[in-house]
């Protein structure tokens, strides 16, 4: 079946980058929307970011301003690019795929701010 394979996740200190892809693999007909969020330890999974098919953006309040989102629509692959990235970044990511219906999940990557 499809499933959503991420990449890029790892170390970095604060006020680094990181750059979060996810794609589609298995058969996909049309363009899904898309995202990202993230489950820091101890606290609930939380929203970072959304694409729409169309390319409609919302970033969260707590990121606006340093991550970015954007895909690739031919491929359903998204990215997350996360700029001065504070401890508080600190969590796992998981992407996301809107189906019809229902949802689909990446298996998550873990994203460690720290000096």
């Known amino acids: 079946q499809v499933q959503l394979v991420e990449s890029g996740g790892g170390w970095v200190q604060p006020g680094g980058s990181l750059r979060l892809s996810c794609a589609a693999s298995?058969?996909?007909?049309?363009?899904?929307?898309m995202g990202w969020f993230r489950q820091p330890p101890g606290k609930q999974r939380e929203l970072v970011a959304t694409?729409?098919?169309?390319?409609?953006?919302n970033i969260a309040d707590s990121v606006k301003g340093r991550f970015t989102i954007s895909r690739i629509n031919a491929q359903n692959t998204v990215y997350l690019q996360m700029n001065s990235l504070k401890p508080e970044d600190t969590a796992v990511y998981y992407c996301r795929m809107l189906l019809a219906p229902g949802t689909l999940w990446g298996q998550g990557t873990q994203v460690t701010v720290s000096s």
């Open positions: 694409i729409s098919s169309g390319g409609f953006t």
């Open positions: 298995g058969s996909i007909t049309s363009i899904k929307p």
